[in-house]
């Protein structure tokens, strides 16, 4: 799953679709975790989509992402900034990608 340190362990490198990008990145095949309060491992997610379904107030959106291992599109958490912290996300995510950080 996500590294739940990924503030102390990776670089800021940049940002796209609105929220930070946490790296390394190599893109089409490495794209970091994406997003800060609610940060996603774009590595891991291989868009089951429970998480776009399931959150009370919409925070994330499709990306689409050609060219990854994993899967073809991620679900970018745009809107971080509406979260109220249900922690909904994290439990339904088959694969763990999804870290949030109440406060
Ligand atoms: Fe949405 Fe809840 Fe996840 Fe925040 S913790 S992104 S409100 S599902
Ligand atoms: Fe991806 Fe997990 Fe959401 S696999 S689409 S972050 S539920």
Redesign the pocket.
């Known amino acids: 799953g996500i590294d739940p340190n990924f503030e102390r362990n990776l670089e800021r490198t940049g940002e796209e679709h609105d929220v930070d990008v946490w790296g390394p990145v190599e893109p089409p095949e490495k794209l970091g975790v994406r997003g800060t309060h609610?940060a996603v491992d774009f590595d891991i997610c291989l868009a089951d989509g429970a998480?776009l379904e399931?959150?009370?107030?919409d925070?994330?959106e499709w990306v689409d992402t050609p060219g990854h291992p994993e899967s073809d599109r991620k679900a970018n958490?745009t809107d971080?900034d509406?979260?109220?912290?249900?922690?909904?996300?994290?439990d339904v995510c088959p694969v763990d990608a999804?870290d949030?950080d109440p406060g």
Do not use: A, K, R, Y
């Open positions: 609610v998480c399931d959150c009370p107030v925070v994330f958490p971080e509406q979260c109220i912290d249900c922690m909904l996300c994290v999804i949030v």
